[in-house]
């Protein structure tokens, strides 16, 4: 498939869909994240986006702030038991 075709498929199903404009670059950025929001392991999300390194899936992935909560919450809970 050429490239310009790839693009406009995407723009098209962005169209069809509502969704605003975005890059399918940015399309890769969050499905890592939804992914690893969902608890998937970042091995296999290296693995679904295709990447040779795992350090590339870190850089593709941002952490949302409910999960960043939960960690500090589960590591107070960790360290001071529960309350």
Known sequence: MERS???KMWKALLK?????EAR??????TAGTLLVEQG???RVVQEIL???RVTTT????????????????RMGAA????D
């Open 5 to 7: 075709e790839d693009y």
């Open 16 to 20: 069809q869909a509502g969704v605003r």
């Open 24 to 29: 399918l670059h940015d399309a890769r950025h």
């Open 40 to 42: 998937v392991h970042i």
């Open 50 to 52: 295709g990447h040779a």
């Open 58 to 73: 870190e850089r593709y992935t941002h952490i949302a702030s409910p999960q960043v909560k939960d960690a500090s919450e």
């Open 79 to 82: 360290l001071w038991g529960e």
